[in-house]
């Protein structure tokens, strides 16, 4: 059974989020924030770089749609988790998450502390030796 923290990559366009989502897994000893990126582009190259077990992705983001890096990373061997915020909570983009096997989705003008409970329960199931299917929708 894997104990190592959690590494955790946070992406999105809007500085005050990521320093909000990293202040509030600061004093998670069962996670790790990795590093940040605030682009598609940035968010790609940071996933091959850093090799994060999670990325907490925004989806609107200055160069794309953080529905790129989904559809973009599936080719990936070693594909971390995605936990999708949005402050469009509409189906559409629920959909689209999903389609491209997001594996949490959180409204992030309402439920940012769902992204703690979603963190921990992706652990629970990696270090017990499982890999969630992306059908194994976490809200």
Sequence with gaps: MNTAPLRVLIAD???PIRRRL???????ADVTVVGEAASVAG???????????VVILGLIMPDGHGIDVLRLSLA?????YFIVLSQDNSEEYRMAAAHYQAHAFINKASELAGVIASLYSLAQNTRHGARLAPGDWHE
């Design 76 to 80: 990936q061997e070693a594909r971390p």
């Design 22 to 28: 990293t202040d509030m897994l600061a004093d998670e």
């Design 43 to 53: 968010t790609l190259e940071a996933i091959s770089n850093l090799a994060p077990d």
């Design 13 to 15: 366009d809007f500085a």
